[in-house]
């Protein structure tokens, strides 16, 4: 049985995941609020048959590596630098290993659904086949393009570097529609007896031919593989859609003073008033609660944070910019805003011939259309430091999707 046996598990977490977006890696980005990499190490984890765990991490990552396998109560977890391609990175982890492992299991970091069976099924498989990859039949048809042996270049829209974008063939190259009963799309885990993988992948070194995963290395070297069934859920996040759609709230609230010499200005609308509201910047109350419901729903902190009234860059600057900010940060971060309601606390003046404009210029900066801002006014009954009219507040929710 495979839990009397040494057994490690390396994941390969050096990538970049340019194409994910984000501040940092994918594989460190949230999936339903959990850090990818986390969710990843907990599934094997939890499952009780590894010994070794092995994060082979890029060099400008090592120690947040290190911090999410301690969160993920993983202390001892060895963290290595990878390299510049992915063989590399696993040939480090595999050299990391202690000698006592018998068995390595490779996989993606970016993989966080991986099923305990599929983990089951390839350890019980690799024990008697001593090489195991998992995969799925493809849903789609795959059509092959092949090109003349004097033709070099590519087909139109598609450059050699370029694999994510559908390719246009025209007259010089030949298309083919492969059989799809004889295709498999490959996935990991993938694993090995230790001393074959390392035996591939020192052949692999030597003559300079990587393949395209683990498991071609082992075909390279003529030792059958074993294929077994994998999972459509068990997706390698590489692009935003991949992501299991999330949704987060968020609240904001702000209160400004009126005083005598300032501008009324509410959701970038200049309004005609004998006083104005207080404040280093424009003091735009509707705006500010709305920065702050849209930071506070994608965990980003708030805006004393991002724009701080001791920064003379801020001074006066018009809030509908620092709103445009906010929004970058929210799209680098791999969010976007469903819809926004605020609600205004003001005695007078009568705002209701403004909301129009407000919302205009919310959905504006935001990019997003203006019925999906709703801007909404009250006063309080004359109550309270609205109603005697000494400020204005704003009160402001927020949806994001990422």
């Known amino acids: 049985m495979y839990r009397d046996r040494t057994i490690a598990v390396i994941l390969a977490a050096a990538g970049s995941g340019t194409r994910m977006g984000g501040r940092v890696p994918k594989q460190y980005q949230l999936i339903e ?108 048809s ?92 068990n997706i390698k996040i590489t692009t935003r859609e991949d992501r299991k759609m999330e ?13 005598p010499e300032r501008r009324l200005i509410l959701g970038g609308v200049e309004i005609p008033h004998e006083t104005g509201l207080l404040g280093h910047s424009d003091a735009d109350v509707l705006t500010h609660a709305v920065m702050d419901a849209l930071l506070g729903a994608a965990g980003l902190g708030d805006i004393g944070q991002h724009f701080p009234d001791s920064d003379d860059a801020y001074r006066n600057i018009s809030s509908l910019l620092l709103l445009k900010r906010v929004e970058a940060l929210l799209r680098e971060e791999g969010w976007t805003v469903e819809n926004i309601d605020a609600t205004l606390l003001c005695q007078r003046p009568k705002l209701a011939g403004y909301r129009k404009r407000m919302e205009e210029n919310l959905a504006e900066a935001l990019f997003i259309d203006p019925e999906r801002v709703s801007v909404k006014a009250t006063t309080t009954e004359k109550l309270g430091f609205v109603g005697r009219e000494e400020g204005i507040a704003c009160s402001a929710v927020c949806l994001l999707h990422g």
């Open 33 to 140: 609020g959990i850090p990818m990499l986390i969710r990843t190490l907990v599934r094997f984890r939890d499952h009780g048959a590894f010994d070794v765990f092995c994060v082979v991490a890029d060099r400008d990552n090592l120690a947040l590596a290190k911090e999410m396998a301690d969160r993920a109560g993983l202390p001892d977890a060895l963290v290595v630098e990878g390299g510049a391609q992915r063989h590399e990175s696993v040939y480090r982890g595999l050299l990391a290993l202690p000698p006592e492992v018998e068995y390595v299991v490779i996989h993606d970091a970016a993989r966080p659904f991986v099923s305990e069976k599929i983990i089951d099924d390839t350890l019980e498989q690799v024990l008697s086949y001593n090489a195991v990859v998992v995969g799925v039949p493809p849903k789609d």
């Open 142 to 233: 795959v059509l092959t393009l092949r090109a003349p042996a004097d033709s070099l270049r590519a087909p139109s829209g598609l450059s050699p570097e370029t694999t994510d974008i559908p390719p246009s063939c025209d007259g010089d190259w030949a298309a083919a529609y492969l059989n799809r009963q004889e295709l498999i799309q490959v996935q990991t885990p993938q694993a090995f007896r230790r001393e074959l993988y390392l035996a591939a992948m020192e052949q692999a070194i030597e003559s300079g031919s990587f393949g395209t995963d683990d498991g071609s290395l082992i075909l390279q070297i003529g030792t059958p593989l074993r294929v077994i069934p994998g999972s459509y859920e």
């Open 247 to 259: 949704t987060r709230i968020g609240n904001g609230f702000d209160v400004h003073r009126l005083v």
